[in-house]
């Protein structure tokens, strides 16, 4: 549990810090070459999901991101493995990032707009909260191949 507060804490910190840095020293529309054309800081206020999917039901992506952090937290008092708790806090933390921005930015609460700023050549501009729940992702079907349960108990294969 320990573990899994401490991964969700500093996700949610970081993403928090280094959007306020972007919106603090971004213009919108005038990206900044970080890494050349690597990476590049361009601030944009995304209201839908991942590429900008689903910009009109921004409520109903916020409700579908409340339920697993909500999901995330129950599932976590069965934790018993390093793997799946830093994989369930990088999920928390990115999943009440991006929370936080759709109920607390502009234009309204729920409607808010989900703040990001990461850009690499050929992908959607993103943020800290984004790679959090992607490495999550990764780290989940990685436990899972490896056939470590939630409990941290190895999964016996016939």
Same mark, same amino acid.
């Given at each position: 549990?320990?573990?899994?507060?401490?991964?969700?804490?500093?996700?949610?910190?970081?993403?928090?810090?280094?959007?306020?840095?972007?919106?603090?020293?971004?213009?919108?529309?005038?990206?900044?070459?970080?890494?050349?054309?690597?990476? =590049?800081?361009?601030?944009?206020?995304?209201?839908?999901?991942?590429?900008?999917?689903?910009?009109?039901?921004?409520?109903?992506?916020?409700?579908?991101?409340?339920?697993?952090?909500?999901?995330?937290?129950?599932?976590? =008092?069965?934790?018993?493995?390093?793997?799946?708790?830093?994989?369930?806090?990088?999920?928390?933390?990115?999943?009440?990032?991006?929370?936080?921005?759709?109920?607390? =930015?502009?234009?309204?609460?729920?409607?808010?707009?989900?703040?990001?700023?990461?850009?690499?050549?050929?992908?959607?501009?993103?943020?800290?909260?984004?790679?959090?729940?992607?490495?999550?992702?990764?780290?989940?079907?990685?436990?899972?191949?490896?056939?470590?349960?939630?409990?941290?108990?190895?999964?016996? =294969?016939?």
């Amino acid at each position: 549990m320990v573990l899994f507060a401490v991964a969700g804490i500093v996700v949610l910190g970081l993403d928090q810090l280094t959007k306020a840095l972007a919106l603090a020293h971004l213009t919108p529309g005038e990206p900044v070459d970080v890494i050349g054309s690597l990476l =590049r800081f361009n601030l944009i206020r995304n209201s839908g999901a991942a590429f900008s999917l689903g910009a009109g039901y921004t409520p109903v992506i916020s409700a579908i991101q409340i339920v697993i952090a909500i999901g995330v937290v129950y599932l976590s =008092r069965r934790l018993g493995s390093v793997g799946w708790a830093v994989a369930f806090g990088l999920l928390f933390g990115g999943a009440v990032g991006n929370i936080t921005d759709r109920i607390f =930015r502009a234009p309204s609460p729920f409607h808010g707009h989900v703040v990001d700023f990461l850009q690499t050549p050929h992908w959607a501009i993103f943020n800290v909260a984004d790679m959090a729940v992607t490495s999550a992702a990764i780290l989940l079907v990685i436990q899972t191949l490896r056939g470590i349960r939630l409990d941290g108990t190895k999964e016996q =294969r016939k």
